[in-house]
C-alpha cells in the first residue's frame, strides 16, 4: 500500500490459537503443507491507464501469480485535503514532501474499473480481491462479489474496519507491519469475536523498500504458534530469497508489489517486481515449498536405485574354506552388496564356511558357525 509509514513499539501478549491452521480461498486449501500462494499487488503501478492495468493482470497470471490484489479507497476515505505538517510525508521517503491527499489520489485504483478487472483476472483464472480503508468500500466489494478481503498494516489498529469485514464471513489476510504482538492479538480478537473463522497472517516490515536485514523472518513461526493461522508474507524488498526464505520458515502466502517496469515513474515502482523476476521468485518459492517434504528418513522412491553404492562388506583376496576372515582378506567398500559395514567386527577373526573367490560379497552363509 501507498502509505506514510509510522513507527510503534514492540511488545504485547499472544492470544489464545484457533482450531484450523488452514482456510480456502477460491477454491484452494492454503496453510502448511501446500505450495505458497502468490499474490500480486497493482497498488498505484497501472498509472492511472485502465488499459495498463489490464496489462498487469495479464502479466501476473505470466509470472506465476494465483491472485491479482488491488487497493479499494480514494483520498477522501483515507485522509482530508490538508497541506500542514502534520499530512505531508517526512524526510527519507519516496514521497517526501508530498501530501498525503495528493499521494493518495495519484495512487488509488478508480472504483468503476474494478468489475473490470475482477473480469480480466477470471478470465486468466486468477482469483481477485482488494483491500478496503472503510465500510463504504466493503460495501462496494460486496457488491463484486470478491472472494476474500486484505487488511493492510497500517488498517491493523482500526478494530472497527475489521469487525466490520469481518462481518462478511470471508477469509481475512491481515499484514501486522509495525504492529507489536499485542496490537496483533487485538486485531485477531475482533475479527474472530466477528465471525471470522478463516485468517491469514502477514508477516511485513513496513519500508518502502524494506532492507532484507530488516524482515526478521523468524516471526512468522511465532505468529503461527501464537495465534493457530496459516501465516505469509507480505514483502517490500527486491531480493528474490526473501520469500523462499519465508516459504522454509513456513509462510503459506507470499504478497509482492507487481509492476511491468520499475522504470516506469509511480508511487510504488521503486519497490515492485518486474514480471520476469516475480516468475523466478515464483519458481523458487513453489520449488522451497516442495523440497521441505515431511521429517521422514530412510530410503525414498528416487534414492532407491542408489541404494547399490553404499558400502558393504566384500571379500578382497581368495580365501580357502577354514582360513581366517582379517583385515586383508574382507574390507568395507562399494558396492552395497553384502553384509553392512557395522558386522565387520563380528566376522574379523572368524573361519571361512568355504572357498570364496575375491569379489564376493560376503553374507553370513559365509562365516563358519554363523
Same mark, same amino acid.
Given at each position: 500500500?501507498?502509505?506514510?509509514?509510522?513507527?510503534?513499539?514492540?511488545?504485547?501478549?499472544?492470544?489464545?490459537?484457533?482450531?484450523?491452521?488452514?482456510?480456502?480461498?477460491?477454491?484452494?486449501?492454503?496453510?502448511?503443507?501446500?505450495?505458497?500462494?502468490?499474490?500480486?499487488?497493482?497498488?498505484?503501478?497501472?498509472?492511472?491507464?485502465?488499459?495498463?492495468?489490464?496489462?498487469?493482470?495479464?502479466?501476473?497470471?505470466?509470472?506465476?501469480?494465483?491472485?491479482?490484489?488491488?487497493?479499494?479507497?480514494?483520498?477522501?476515505?483515507?485522509?482530508?485535503?490538508?497541506?500542514?505538517?502534520?499530512?505531508?510525508?517526512?524526510?527519507?521517503?519516496?514521497?517526501?514532501?508530498?501530501?498525503?491527499?495528493?499521494?493518495?489520489?495519484?495512487?488509488?485504483?478508480?472504483?468503476?474499473?474494478?468489475?473490470?478487472?475482477?473480469?480480466?483476472?477470471?478470465?486468466?483464472?486468477?482469483?481477485?480481491?482488494?483491500?478496503?480503508?472503510?465500510?463504504?468500500?466493503?460495501?462496494?466489494?460486496?457488491?463484486?462479489?470478491?472472494?476474500?478481503?486484505?487488511?493492510?498494516?497500517?488498517?491493523?489498529?482500526?478494530?472497527?474496519?475489521?469487525?466490520?469485514?469481518?462481518?462478511?464471513?470471508? $477469509?481475512?489476510?491481515? *499484514?501486522?507491519?509495525?504492529?507489536?504482538? #499485542? +496490537?496483533?492479538?487485538?486485531?485477531?480478537? &475482533? !475479527? %474472530?469475536?466477528?465471525?471470522?473463522?478463516?485468517?491469514?497472517?502477514?508477516?511485513?516490515?513496513?519500508?518502502?523498500?524494506?532492507?532484507?536485514?530488516?524482515?526478521?523472518?523468524?516471526?512468522?513461526?511465532?505468529?503461527?504458534?501464537?495465534?493457530?493461522?496459516?501465516?505469509?508474507?507480505?514483502?517490500?524488498?527486491?531480493?528474490?530469497?526473501?520469500?523462499?526464505?519465508?516459504?522454509?520458515?513456513?509462510?503459506?502466502?507470499?504478497?509482492?508489489?507487481?509492476?511491468?517496469?520499475?522504470?516506469? $515513474?509511480?508511487?510504488? *515502482?521503486?519497490?515492485?517486481?518486474?514480471? #520476469? +523476476?516475480?516468475?523466478?521468485?515464483?519458481? &523458487? !518459492? %513453489?520449488?522451497?515449498?516442495?523440497?521441505?517434504?515431511?521429517?521422514?528418513?530412510?530410503?525414498?522412491?528416487?534414492?532407491?536405485?542408489?541404494?547399490?553404492?553404499?558400502?558393504?562388506?566384500?571379500?578382497?583376496?581368495?580365501?580357502?574354506?577354514?582360513?581366517?576372515?582379517?583385515?586383508?582378506?574382507?574390507?568395507?567398500?562399494?558396492?552395497?552388496?553384502?553384509?553392512?559395514?557395522?558386522?565387520?567386527?563380528?566376522?574379523?577373526?572368524?573361519?571361512?564356511?568355504?572357498?570364496?573367490?575375491?569379489?564376493?560379497?560376503?553374507?553370513?552363509?559365509?562365516?563358519?558357525?554363523?
Amino acid at each position: 500500500m501507498t502509505s506514510f509509514p509510522t513507527g510503534t513499539d514492540g511488545g504485547g501478549a499472544e492470544s489464545s490459537p484457533a482450531a484450523a491452521p488452514h482456510i480456502v480461498l477460491g477454491g484452494r486449501t492454503i496453510g502448511a503443507g501446500q505450495p505458497p500462494y502468490l499474490i500480486a499487488e497493482m497498488s498505484a503501478n497501472h498509472g492511472q491507464d485502465l488499459d495498463q492495468a489490464v496489462r498487469l493482470v495479464r502479466a501476473m497470471k505470466i509470472a506465476g501469480a494465483d491472485a491479482v490484489k488491488v487497493q479499494t479507497y480514494t483520498a477522501d476515505t483515507l485522509t482530508i485535503d490538508c497541506d500542514n505538517p502534520h499530512f505531508r510525508v517526512g524526510e527519507g521517503s519516496l514521497w517526501e514532501g508530498r501530501t498525503l491527499y495528493d499521494l493518495y489520489r495519484e495512487a488509488h485504483t478508480p472504483w468503476e474499473w474494478q468489475a473490470r478487472l475482477r473480469d480480466v483476472a477470471h478470465g486468466e483464472g486468477l482469483d481477485f480481491f482488494s483491500t478496503p480503508f472503510d465500510p463504504t468500500s466493503v460495501d462496494f466489494l460486496e457488491s463484486l462479489d470478491v472472494p476474500a478481503y486484505k487488511i493492510a498494516s497500517f488498517e491493523i489498529v482500526d478494530l472497527g474496519l475489521i469487525r466490520y469485514v469481518a462481518q462478511t464471513g470471508k $477469509p481475512l489476510i491481515i *499484514s501486522t507491519g509495525m504492529a507489536t504482538l #499485542e +496490537e496483533v492479538g487485538e486485531a485477531v480478537e &475482533a !475479527a %474472530r469475536d466477528s465471525g471470522a473463522t478463516q485468517i491469514v497472517l502477514l508477516k511485513c516490515t513496513s519500508a518502502y523498500p524494506a532492507p532484507p536485514e530488516e524482515m526478521n523472518l523468524q516471526a512468522i513461526p511465532q505468529l503461527a504458534r501464537a495465534f493457530g493461522t496459516p501465516v505469509g508474507l507480505s514483502d517490500h524488498t527486491l531480493a528474490l530469497a526473501v520469500p523462499v526464505a519465508a516459504v522454509a520458515l513456513g509462510a503459506s502466502v507470499i504478497e509482492k508489489h507487481f509492476t511491468l517496469s520499475r522504470a516506469q $515513474p509511480g508511487p510504488d *515502482s521503486a519497490f515492485s517486481l518486474e514480471p #520476469e +523476476e516475480f516468475r523466478a521468485m515464483a519458481d &523458487a !518459492a %513453489r520449488t522451497a515449498a516442495a523440497a521441505l517434504g515431511t521429517a521422514s528418513f530412510g530410503v525414498g522412491a528416487e534414492e532407491e536405485k542408489s541404494r547399490v553404492f553404499r558400502r558393504s562388506l566384500f571379500v578382497v583376496r581368495d580365501i580357502a574354506a577354514g582360513e581366517i576372515f582379517t583385515a586383508e582378506n574382507v574390507r568395507s567398500i562399494r558396492p552395497g552388496f553384502g553384509l553392512a559395514p557395522k558386522h565387520l567386527a563380528s566376522v574379523l577373526g572368524r573361519r571361512c564356511s568355504r572357498d570364496v573367490a575375491r569379489g564376493t560379497p560376503l553374507d553370513w552363509s559365509l562365516v563358519a558357525d554363523s
